[in-house]
């Protein structure tokens, strides 16, 4: 029997991949380069040409990513920059509703993360939930900028 399948990791999907997103801000307003999409579409090597998700400066940037419906979420996984960059991933909430407006924070991550990071953030279950909201809660001038959000559910 193989590690993952001990762990119950086999019996989780990623249900955020192809998701639709929204954001406080797109870097520049250059959806081409820097959009939501990207946060969810499953490229995860990173070149100067590849696009990533950056939010505009701001004190409080987020980024939600919207299921498919109320889904039991056991844990989130994201991959940070691997390029440069990486320690903006900092003082992260992440937050899950079931109507997009009353959010309830169910992970932190303190940070700064590092380039080429990728975090694990395990939520208290059951965490039932449509909307998982990313959002950084310290300092000033702030971008939120990250590869790629795997949100793992049951199926």
């Known amino acids: 029997m193989k590690a993952c399948a001990r762990l119950g990791v ?19 307003n ?14 995860y090597l990173i070149f100067e040409t590849t696009q990533v998700y950056a939010s505009g400066y701001e004190n409080a940037p987020w980024l939600t990513v919207i299921l498919e419906g109320p889904l039991v979420i056991s844990f989130v996984r994201v991959f940070n920059r691997l390029d440069r960059d990486g ?22 991550f303190k ?3 590092m380039t080429e990071q990728v975090m694990e953030i395990l939520f208290d279950y ?30």
């Open 10 to 28: 086999d019996e989780k999907r990623n249900a955020a991949l192809f998701r639709p997103c929204s954001a406080s801000s797109v870097f520049n």
């Open 30 to 43: 250059f959806h081409h380069y820097w959009g939501t999409t990207f946060a969810t579409d499953g490229v």
């Open 87 to 108: 320690q903006r991933f900092h003082d992260v909430a992440f937050e899950v509703s079931n109507d997009g407006v009353s959010f309830k924070q169910r992970g932190f």
């Open 111 to 113: 940070g700064p993360g």
């Open 126 to 155: 059951p965490t039932i939930g449509q909307y998982v909201r990313l959002q950084i809660t310290q300092g000033s001038s702030n971008i939120l900028n990250l590869v790629e959000i795997e949100i793992y559910t049951t199926y």
